[in-house]
C-alpha cells in the first residue's frame, strides 16, 4: 500500500505515517491485517464497539433490515426500525420525550446546542443566549461542538471563529491546587458556577459530558459532581446537556450514566455505542418541556431547522434495536461490573512504571497519564507523536492503541472477556515499558 494511498487520516500528521496497516477482518477483540497479524482491538474501534467485531445477530440484523429498506427519508415520512428504537431510548431514558436522529456525536452535541438555545427564543426569552461548559471538555471536531469543547491544543486555529462560552474548571484529582483537599477543591469549582449563575441571568445551557471527560483525558468526576450541577441548573433555570456519547451504554458500568450520577438532563446525546459499532447512528433526546418549546402554528417558525440526509436510518436503527435487546438478554452491564474488576488487578504494576503519573479508571475505561518527571507530574512530550510511538509499539505487542496526548487509553470492546482483558493489560504495561525509551 506504500504511496499509493489516497486517503487523509483523521487526526494524523500524515508526513509521519509511509503508509498505514490494512484490517483485513476482525472477529471478537482481535483485528487481523493483510499481512495475517492478529492485534487486540484496544480503544473498541473509537470507543464504540460493545460486542467485538463480527457478531453474527449484528451481522443477521444488518442482512435482514438491508433485504427490506436501505434507507429512506425522515422527511416527511418515517420507518419502522426508527420509530422502535426512538420507544427503546425513551423507554431507558428517564425524563426524555423525543428521540431526534443523526449520524455521529458531532451533530448530536450540534442539534443539542441549536435545542436548547432554541427553546428560550420558542419561549420568548430573547435574553438567555449563554452556553457554561467544563474545561476540558470535548463534544465533537464540528464548529458548535468545538466551542462548547474547546481543547486549545486542537482548536485554537479556529478560535475566532468559534463562539465564547463560560467555562468552569472540572475537578482533577490528579492536579489539585496547592494548599486545597480534592473535596475543597470540588466545592470551589460548584461555588464558581453557582456564583455566576446567580449573577447572570443570560445563560441558556450547561453543556457537559456525563460521568467523565474522556477525550480530555479520563477525568472523571466526584460522586455528587455532577448531580450538584444539575440542582444548580434546575434551581437558577438554566437547561442541562449531557453528553452521554463516550459514556452512556456501558462504558462507565451503567446503562445511563445521568441516571447513575442523580443528575436530570434537559437534552441528552447518545452515540458511538448506539449500533454496537457497526453503523454510523447518533441521537439527540429531549425532554417534554424543551420539546413541547417546539410547537406552534407553522408561520410561528418554532420548529429545528435541523436534518441530515441519512437521519433515521433503517440498517441502523435496526442495528441499534438489536444492541440495545442483547444488552438486556445478555446482562451486559452486570458482566461489565465484573470484568472491571479485572484493570484494579494491575494498578500496582503499572503504577510502578517510573513513568506513570497517574492510573484512572471507571468501568471499561482507563487512563495512563504518562509524566517524564512524577514529582512535578511533568507530561511526556518526545517531538515525535506519542500516538504513533504507542501505536508502533503496541503492534509489536499484539494491541492496537491510540493515545491522546500523554495519556494511553484502554477502551476495549465492552463484552471483552476476563481472560481478554487479562491479556490485553499484560501487553500495554509491555508497551509502556518498550515505549519508555522513547518518549523522554
Ligand atoms: C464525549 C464525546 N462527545 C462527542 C464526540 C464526537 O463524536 P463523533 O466522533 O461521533 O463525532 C466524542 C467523540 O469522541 C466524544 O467523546
Not at 483523521?10 to 477483540?29: H, L
Not at 420548529?303 to 441499534?320: D, E, M, Q, V
Not at 517524564?372 to 492503541?401: A, D, H, W
Request: hydrophobic letters at 40%.
Amino acid at each position: 500500500m506504500k504511496n499509493t494511498s489516497f486517503v487523509w487520516h483523521p487526526n494524523t500528521q500524515m508526513s509521519e505515517w509511509e503508509s498505514f496497516d490494512e484490517i483485513k477482518s476482525a472477529k471478537g477483540v482481535w483485528l487481523t491485517d493483510s499481512n495475517g497479524n492478529k492485534m487486540i482491538d484496544a480503544v473498541a474501534s473509537m470507543w464504540c464497539n460493545v460486542w467485538g467485531h463480527s457478531n453474527p445477530k449484528l451481522i443477521k440484523c444488518i442482512q435482514n433490515q438491508s433485504k427490506k429498506l436501505q434507507h429512506s427519508s425522515m422527511f416527511n415520512l418515517t420507518n419502522g426500525p426508527a420509530e422502535k428504537l426512538a420507544k427503546k431510548l425513551i423507554e431507558v431514558s428517564p425524563g426524555m420525550h423525543r428521540v431526534f436522529y443523526s449520524d455521529n456525536g458531532s451533530s448530536a452535541m450540534e442539534i443539542a446546542i441549536k435545542m436548547s438555545l432554541q427553546y428560550w427564543k420558542n419561549i420568548g426569552e430573547s435574553k438567555k443566549t449563554q452556553i457554561a461548559t467544563l474545561k476540558n471538555g470535548y463534544h465533537g471536531d464540528t464548529f458548535g461542538a468545538m466551542s462548547v469543547g474547546y481543547v486549545p491544543e486542537f482548536f485554537k486555529k479556529f478560535k475566532k471563529q468559534l463562539f465564547s462560552t463560560i467555562q468552569f474548571p472540572a475537578p482533577n484529582r490528579y492536579r489539585i491546587p496547592n494548599g486545597l483537599t480534592f473535596s475543597d477543591y470540588e466545592s470551589q469549582c460548584i461555588e464558581k458556577i453557582e456564583k455566576k449563575f446567580q449573577k447572570n441571568n443570560d445563560i441558556a445551557a450547561f453543556v457537559m459530558e456525563s460521568g467523565a471527560q474522556v477525550a480530555g483525558g479520563v477525568i472523571i468526576y466526584p460522586d455528587n459532581f455532577q448531580r450538584r450541577i444539575s440542582r444548580l441548573c434546575k434551581k437558577h433555570d438554566v437547561l442541562l446537556v449531557l453528553d452521554e456519547i463516550a459514556t452512556g451504554f456501558g462504558r462507565l458500568g451503567s446503562m445511563i450514566e445521568y441516571k447513575k450520577q442523580k443528575s436530570i438532563p434537559d437534552i441528552v446525546a447518545f452515540g458511538k455505542m448506539l449500533t454496537g459499532g457497526y453503523l454510523t447512528m447518533a441521537a439527540t433526546l429531549a425532554n417534554k418541556k424543551v420539546y413541547n418549546s417546539f410547537l406552534g402554528e407553522f408561520n410561528e417558525w418554532k420548529h429545528l431547522f435541523h436534518g441530515h440526509t441519512y437521519t433515521g436510518n433503517p440498517i441502523a436503527a435496526s442495528i441499534a434495536i438489536e444492541n440495545l435487546n442483547m444488552y438486556e438478554k445478555n446482562n451486559l452491564i452486570k458482566k461489565i461490573q465484573k470484568t472491571q474488576k479485572i484493570f484494579e488487578k494491575y494498578y500496582q504494576e503499572i503504577s510502578g512504571i517510573d513513568i506513570v503519573g497517574d492510573i484512572r479508571h471507571k468501568g471499561m475505561l482507563m487512563g495512563i497519564e504518562l509524566v517524564s518527571n512524577q514529582e512535578r507530574k511533568t507530561p511526556v512530550s518526545p517531538k515525535k507523536s506519542i500516538n504513533k510511538i504507542f501505536f508502533e509499539e503496541g503492534k509489536k505487542n499484539g494491541i492496537y492503541l491510540r493515545t491522546l496526548g500523554n495519556i494511553v487509553m484502554i477502551v476495549p470492546p465492552l463484552a471483552i472477556t476476563e481472560n481478554e482483558l487479562n491479556l490485553l493489560l499484560k501487553r500495554v504495561i509491555k508497551t509502556i515499558k518498550a515505549a519508555k525509551s522513547q518518549l523522554i
